[in-house]
């Protein structure tokens, strides 16, 4: 990794420098492949900054801090940075499993266990589709099971996304 440190209006110290490339190696503990890093300090009316560039792979990465201490804005810059860098490398992280099992080795294929958190009484009266929808809405419901009064078939209303009501209709094929 190449490491270049820029100073503005401040005087490098070594101290200062040997911060930086602590925490930067830091950095290059988390990723490897950390081509190139910058980091620019300058202090500005008591104001220190602090700005860490990072390149890895395809992707630069930046981050900035402010404080009235230097090394405090190196550190929360360094923070900043470390969080994408562990983001960065999740984002290549396989989380697939490694092991494959035969399909064979499996006797009976269990689906997501089905529960039910709330069992509803709900009294059938015979209505048209209309009714069924005022009901729905007296209710606060996104759908509304009824009977239709001209077939005597249980019918279901529901709210589509776009504002409008469906309407579902048994059929037997």
């Not at 890093?37 to 930046?62: P, Y």
């Not at 981050?63 to 984002?91: F, G, H, L, P």
């Amino acid at each position: 990794m190449r490491i270049h440190i820029v100073a503005r209006k401040i005087k490098m110290t070594k101290p200062i420098k040997d911060f930086i490339e602590t925490k930067l190696a830091k950095l290059h503990d988390y990723l490897e492949n950390i081509v190139w890093a910058q980091v620019i300090v300058s202090v500005e009316k008591k104001i220190h900054a602090a700005e860490v560039i990072v390149h890895a792979g395809h992707q630069t990465m930046k981050a900035a801090a402010n404080s009235d201490e230097m090394y405090s804005a190196i550190d929360k810059a360094m923070d900043k940075m470390e969080v994408q860098v562990k983001k960065y490398k999740e984002r290549f992280t396989d989380h697939h499993a490694t092991e494959t099992v035969g399909l064979d080795e499996f006797t009976t294929l269990v689906g997501p266990e089905i529960r039910f958190s709330v069992v509803k009484d709900v009294p059938l009266k015979p209505m048209n589709k209309e009714e069924a929808v005022i009901e729905m809405e007296k209710i606060g419901y996104n759908f509304w099971m009824f009977q239709d009064k001209g077939s005597k078939q249980l019918q279901v209303v529901f709210k589509r996304l776009d504002s409008t009501y469906g309407l579902l209709q048994p059929v037997k094929k």
